[in-house]
């Protein structure tokens, strides 16, 4: 399975992204997708995920309010809606899917096999 993330640029802080996710596979469904962050010295943090057949959706606790996790009908995007950014929103943001991650792991980075590639958001102030 391959995963395309797009979206990222330079965003003036209290400015909105969206990045995309897409897969190679003919579908998400059945999938749990996640968003990734990680800054340069730190480690991986979870962002949000969905669960594709369900549509409930999780976030990390620094973006609750701020982000949301979304699917298109089409079965093959998920976006992730980033507003109100602030300088520690700035990482490369990665989408990662699997379909056997159990709700408690759905915020563990190894629980996903897939990963696309990052995409950057940087947020100046």
């Known amino acids: 399975v391959q995963l395309q993330a797009s979206g990222g640029g330079l965003v003036q802080a209290g400015g909105s992204v969206r990045l995309s996710c897409t897969t190679s596979?003919?579908?998400?469904?059945?999938?749990?997708v996640g968003w990734f962050r990680q800054a340069p010295g730190k480690e991986r943090e979870f962002v949000a995920g969905i669960r594709w057949n369900s549509g409930f959706t999780y976030y990390g606790d620094s973006v609750k309010g701020r982000f949301t996790i979304s699917k298109d009908n089409a079965g093959k995007t998920v976006y992730l809606q980033m507003n109100g950014l602030i300088a520690e929103d700035t990482a490369s943001y990665y989408c990662?899917?699997?379909?056997?991650?159990?709700?408690?792991?759905?915020?563990?980075?190894?629980?996903?096999?897939?990963w696309g590639q990052g995409t950057q958001v940087t947020v100046s102030s």
């Open positions: 596979e003919h579908t998400f469904r059945g999938y749990t």
């Open positions: 990662a899917a699997d379909r056997g991650v159990i709700l408690s792991n759905i915020r563990n980075a190894h629980a996903y096999d897939y």
